[in-house]
């Protein structure tokens, strides 16, 4: 029996982030060389944004590229910038007909020109879908994020009184501003890291951690951490009493 019907409806996380690790090693295990587990990883996005449509999560985010792996050796990120390009080719159809809405955030504007076209024709043809929004982060780091609201805020209210300043108002700078929190943060590969990801937004996530390699996570294994989720108390600061 499929762990789906173990979950109960009311009870979903409107939000779900992802930190997709660990296709590199599992290329290895393989002996493949690490691009071919990035392909399969790709496999593993699809089975996971159908898993998250159907059960109805409204809102999935994943970390498909960080600042920080700009880093990696040239010839890798060459190789994932065009499986990005294929692998939305591939599936815009697929979003439109199924209602989801793409969502970019990071610094888009260090991505090849050929990936920022391809992203700008996605977001126009899914802009109107609304069933569940999709969003990748790319070239992406929290601390970039954070830096970068700073900034625009300080630009847009140089007279700004600091003390009217709230996190409401603050959140309004992030480039998740059109999000809710993420109640649910999922890390694969066994790391127990936030690497840099949301780290505004997750300030009151359930970590779930599972050592499946990114490319062998399957339906059942998302269905798993929705489960875990909710068997979760999320107490916000407060005492397991006054939740009633
Ligand atoms: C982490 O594994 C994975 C990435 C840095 C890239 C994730 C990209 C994809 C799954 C493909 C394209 C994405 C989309 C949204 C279509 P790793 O390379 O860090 O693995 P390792 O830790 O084992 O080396």
Not at 120 to 129: D, E, G, I, Q, V
């Amino acid at each position: 029996m499929s762990l789906i019907n173990s979950i109960n409806r009311e009870r979903l996380p409107k939000h779900v982030a992802i930190i997709m690790d660990g296709n590199g090693r599992w290329a290895m295990q393989k002996g493949k060389p690490r691009i071919f587990g990035h392909q399969s990883g790709t496999n593993a996005v699809r089975t996971t944004i159908e898993a998250a449509a159907e059960i109805g999560i409204e809102y999935l985010t994943l970390y498909a590229f960080s600042t920080e792996n700009w880093k990696r050796p040239k010839m890798e990120v060459e190789a994932l910038m065009a499986l990005l390009i294929t692998s939305i080719n591939d599936e815009l159809d697929n979003l439109v007909k199924n209602k989801i809405k793409l969502n970019i955030i990071g610094d888009t504007g260090q991505l090849p020109i050929s990936v920022q076209k391809k992203i700008s024709a996605a977001l126009n043809a899914t802009k109107s879908c609304s069933k569940m929004t999709l969003t990748i982060a790319l070239s992406y780091s929290g601390r970039w994020e954070i830096l970068e609201a700073v900034k625009k805020l300080i630009k847009n209210n140089p007279l700004l009184d600091i003390e009217t300043l709230t996190e409401a108002k603050f959140s309004k700078y992030l480039s998740t501003h059109n999000l809710p929190d993420p109640e649910l943060l999922i890390r694969t590969s066994g790391e127990y890291r936030l690497s840099n990801f949301l780290l505004w937004q997750l300030a009151y996530a359930e970590l779930y951690f599972t050592k499946a390699l990114w490319p062998d996570f399957s339906k059942e294994e998302f269905f798993g951490a929705i489960i875990d989720f909710q068997g979760r108390e999320r107490r916000f600061g407060k005492t397991s009493e006054q939740l009633g």
